[in-house]
């Protein structure tokens, strides 16, 4: 069978491993807004079937592994492999407490006759047992598997317990008994926007969708007024310019940061270019490593070049300089320009579109890791201690813009900060990786 990613006339696709079109149906919303802006197209394995004009997947896929991580990882390699394209493979389950964990990796099998009969047999194991004692947990590992490439993985979780009968038309599999902490409903009885907000699939998925943006990392873009480059232009030119293993670490989670939040204001309805902050994160410092630049604006060390306006930080500007004379696009270079503590007290150099917001909250929340507002200013403070009085200053700027992100998306600061620290979380491996490897580093 030819790789259907390698035949010329097709967009990219990304692959689901199932052929669950529930499944399918209930990923789709959560994925859109990566692979809307990246041009690439969602399959499940019977649509795969149908383009590949096969009849079938021609994917043998056996679920015969002990842990959810496994399962995931079995039906991403094996789909990416047989298909040659880009895969996105998860296992779901339910584990209750009362039960040791069962049904566990074996839930959608459990009884051996389908939903109806999994959901009455659960029931019935756990006649007579009380209230406190009847807590559930779903689990779901995604992995995301190029095809001789990485593999990046994720874990999603969603509490509660199980109920006493079946409440509740929507969703499928247990989720008419799994009374969700986060709803205080059944997952039955939620509309699928609420269960979307919550659910364990949703979580694992949020997790990995910014990492699209690598994964189909070779396009670059026409913008407003100039190029938007994508990730490989942007990496590339980083390490070209000298970029340490730190810097680049921290441009590459920013920029996920950036795409994670830009994803969250696309579904409340804000008009956010996720292509622009993904640039934008991955290209934000790179005014550090101009020749000359030692923490101060040194104009004569690689050339005359304006000193930056007041309200500029001069690493920004260097960095807004660096953009404008590739011909990146206004917006990004103004992004990049503005991302500096200095723009927040400034009226005329202050971040003012989502983008520039965006970028100046996600540089502020990470370093090598996701570390917070708090520990990322008391880090700055320890090591720019002149700059101790602007840091204090922008402190309550800073938290506003973070409330304000939150407010935008529709969460609270909380659920903002565990939705931005997930995107880190995810586990690389390398192409030689195998499912063994992701079972023993993947915790389910």
């Not at 520990?375 to 409330?403: H, M, N, V």
Request: aromatic residues 6%; negative net charge.
């Amino acid at each position: 069978m030819i790789p259907l990613f390698s035949r010329p006339g097709l967009e990219p696709v990304l692959a689901l491993a199932t052929s669950n079109p529930n499944k399918v149906r209930e990923m789709a919303p959560v994925l859109r807004p990566a692979l809307h802006p990246l041009g690439v197209d969602l399959r499940g394995l019977a649509d795969l079937a149908v383009l590949s004009g096969e009849g079938h997947s021609a994917v043998e896929i056996a679920e015969d592994r002990a842990t959810f991580a496994g399962n995931a990882a079995v039906k991403a390699f094996a789909t990416a492999r047989g298909l040659g394209l880009v895969t996105l493979g998860e296992d779901s389950g339910l584990s209750v407490d009362a039960l040791g964990g069962e049904p566990g990796v074996r839930s959608a099998r459990w009884s051996g006759k389908g939903t109806g009969e999994n959901n009455r047999l659960l029931l019935e194991k756990l006649a007579g047992v009380p209230e406190p004692e009847r807590r559930a947990c779903f689990t779901t590992v995604a992995v995301l598997k190029v095809p001789a490439g990485p593999a990046y993985v994720s874990v999603g979780r969603a509490h509660g317990m199980i109920g006493h009968e079946p409440r509740g038309e929507h969703g499928f599999g247990y989720d008419p008994v799994f009374v969700s902490r986060d709803l205080g409903c059944t997952f039955g009885e939620a509309p699928e926007h609420e269960k979307l907000r919550v659910s364990h699939r949703s979580k694992a998925l949020r997790a990995l969708r910014a990492y699209l943006f690598e994964v189909f990392a070779h396009k670059d873009w026409d913008g407003v007024s100039g190029m938007i480059p994508g990730y490989e232009w942007c990496t590339g030119a980083a390490a070209g310019a000298g970029a340490p293993a730190g810097l680049m670490e921290h441009q590459t989670k920013a920029s996920r940061l950036c795409r994670e939040m830009a994803f969250l204001l696309v579904e409340a309805g804000y008009d956010v270019d996720v292509r622009l902050v993904s640039a934008a994160g991955l290209l934000h410092d790179i005014g550090r490593l101009v020749p000359g630049l030692r923490g101060e604006h040194d104009p004569n060390a690689a050339g005359v070049r304006p000193p930056p306006p007041p309200g500029v930080t001069p690493h920004a500007w260097l960095s807004g300089l660096w953009a404008s004379q590739r011909g990146l696009d206004e917006r990004l270079v103004r992004a990049v320009t503005v991302h500096g503590l200095d723009s927040l007290l400034s009226d005329d150099h202050g971040p003012s579109s989502w983008e520039e917001r965006v970028l100046m909250l996600a540089d502020k929340l990470v370093e090598r890791d996701f570390v917070g507002l708090e520990a990322r200013l008391e880090s700055l403070a320890r090591r720019y201690p002149d700059s101790g009085s602007l840091i204090a200053s922008c402190r309550s700027r800073l938290c506003q813009l973070e409330e304000n992100v939150a407010g935008a998306a529709g969460i609270s600061i909380d659920e903002l900060r565990r939705d931005l620290a997930s995107c880190l979380d995810v586990v690389e491996f390398p192409a030689a990786a195998g499912v063994e490897d992701v079972e023993k580093a993947i915790a389910g």
